[in-house]
């Protein structure tokens, strides 16, 4: 039954965290989305009451990879329509928690720590190499490229998660996630790598191709205690002196 | 293109950032490129919104964690670039392009604590809303939602607006260099931008997850 609200859903997703606040994160983001279909699901007004105060508490995890609670919580509000069982209810509040922590760290490495730098960076190599490639290229491969998995994300995992429930795991476990993370990182690294050769010692190696060098290492060393924007004010004054030495 | 038609653009990709869909269209890349083209300098906005993406490739806001704003940040500083590359002389490019970035680091900040003190506020909506159902209103939550992006919108791109002349009579204020030395200096310190963000981008991907 609730499965024809799932474009509604899809749609609301996009909205997650627009209520996002310090006490109960996305709570109100998660009640905002399924709203409509427990509004479909129970019709009496006080369960209905209920229901909708069921999913005002606490609620944080990856914005993409909330999808498969939805879907999960979905299909267990619409068993509890359906049935009246009480442990289903404890189920629901069980799960959502339970959930929310394993796939805000999977969201979190796989998509904000490695496929959005990703797409970009390789979109950045384009614009840096890619002279024969028309000038808007670039935007078009990050946009593209990158929207492709959390769109991927937020639909199947709101079809998996009602289908699967609670083993929506065996579903994830199917991508062989860390092979294909491994993978990834490795060409992020190799692209990072070409990049720097490409702009630092392709017009000849020196002295200052040395300093280049050192220069990344170090920075690296210091990207891990500075932030980046401390680190451009630094870096402009490296730059600043060294390009005077040189001159 | 006029500001105020920019900072209405701004308004809406700043929404991308937390509130609405995340499609990454608040990239600097992206707006970089958007604010290219909106002012008649496509390649100099996309060339500025690849720097900065660089710089901030590891930077998104994350849970409790509220970075400072990169729209504004790369709004600003691309279109204070575009705006007085094309009043200075040629060779200038650098100078702009770093004085718009240093100035725009700053009220990138500012705007992030303006976002974080209104996710402190938002705190309150989570009673009135469930006294809103307890009450029978539970539409309230789509009243909030709808309020939720309209103030972020207009927040904005009203601070856009706000910093963009601000900043544009602090850098006219600011005479063109003419020594030699000193714009060698500007134009390798330039050169070396890339390079900090390649190790942004190596400490991503360094630092293996468990």
Known sequence: ?247 | MNILTLSVLVGFLGLDNVKFGQFMVSRPLVVGAIMGLFSGNFPLGLRMGVLLELLWIRVIPVGTFYPPDTVITTALACLWTIVFSRLCPEGMFAFYALLGIALAIPVGIVYKTIQINDRKRASGYNRIIEEGIESGQPDLIDHFVRMSLLKDFAGGAFFFFLFYYGGYYIIKLIPCPSSALFLKGIDYAFYLLPLLGITQVLNSFLRKKK
Request: glycine content about 6%.
């Open chain 1, 1 to 247: 039954m609730i499965d024809r609200f799932f474009f509604q859903i899809f749609w609301r997703m996009f909205f997650l965290q627009v209520l996002w606040n310090f006490q109960r994160m996305q709570a109100l983001g998660f009640f905002y989305v399924i709203k409509p279909c427990l509004e479909k699901l129970y019709s009496d007004p006080e369960e209905r009451k209920k229901a909708f105060l069921r999913h005002t508490g606490f609620f944080n995890t990856h914005p993409y990879f909330a999808s498969l609670i939805v879907g999960v919580v979905l299909r267990k509000e619409e068993e509890y329509s359906e049935t009246g069982k009480e442990e289903i209810l404890r189920d629901i509040k069980n799960w959502k928690l339970n959930l929310a922590g394993p796939l805000a760290a999977l969201g979190d490495s796989l998509i904000w720590s490695l496929w959005r730098p990703l797409t970009a960076i390789a979109a950045i190599f384009l614009f840096f190499t890619g002279e024969d490639f028309p000038v808007y290229y670039p935007v078009l491969i990050f946009l593209v490229g990158y929207n492709l998995l959390p769109f991927f994300i937020r639909w199947r995992g709101l079809i998996e998660g009602y289908r699967y429930q609670e083993a929506v795991f065996k579903w994830l476990e199917g991508f062989s996630l860390p092979t294909i993370y491994n993978l990834l990182r490795l060409f992020g690294i190799a692209l990072a790598f070409f990049l720097f050769v490409y702009l630092f010692f392709f017009s000849g190696f020196g002295i200052f191709s040395l300093i280049h060098l050192a220069l990344l290492i170090l920075f690296v060393i210091l990207a891990h205690y500075v932030s980046v924007e401390v680190l451009f004010y630094l870096l402009v004054i490296i730059g600043f002196i060294l390009g005077m030495v040189r001159a």
